[in-house]
């Protein structure tokens, strides 16, 4: 069973600091392209950012380079998202999601990934 799972989302203050981490099933992490999305209130679902398989290329929103930082543990099955100087526009219910299909590219539109997993809240306060 695919399982996609996040935490480490809740209410910081701006300027503030959070990390999320999302851990997958081995079957679906290994060989993924792993990506983190989110979704303000009223707005689209966005690309934040993306990390392959191979050789761990990353690639970010314009809105959050140089303050996020993605990486992965294959060993742990797990991918964070590290976000610091956080503003309040961050506030957004945050996804992680795996392409199986293409591990070795990083897409930015949702529907080319797999899975995705229930998503958690993030909440940056003026």
């Known amino acids: 069973q695919v399982e996609l799972v996040e935490s480490g989302g809740g209410l910081v203050q701006a300027g503030g600091s959070l990390r999320l981490s999302c851990a997958a099933d081995?079957?679906?992490?290994?060989?993924?392209?792993m990506a983190w999305f989110r979704r303000a209130p009223g707005k689209e679902r966005e690309f934040v950012s993306g990390?392959?398989?191979?050789?761990?290329?990353?690639h970010y929103s314009d809105s959050v380079k140089g303050r996020f930082t993605i990486s992965r543990d294959n060993a742990k099955n797990t991918v964070y998202l590290q976000m610091n100087r956080l503003k309040p526009e961050d506030t957004a219910v945050y996804y992680c999601?795996?392409?199986?299909?293409?591990?070795?590219?990083?897409?930015?539109?949702?529907?080319?990934?797999?899975?995705w997993g229930q998503g958690t809240q993030v909440t940056v306060s003026s």
């Open positions: 999601a795996a392409d199986r299909r293409s591990p070795h590219t990083i897409s930015l539109v949702a529907p080319k990934y797999d899975y």
């Open positions: 081995e079957r679906t992490f290994r060989n993924s392209a």
């Open positions: 990390i392959a398989w191979s050789y761990s290329a990353t």
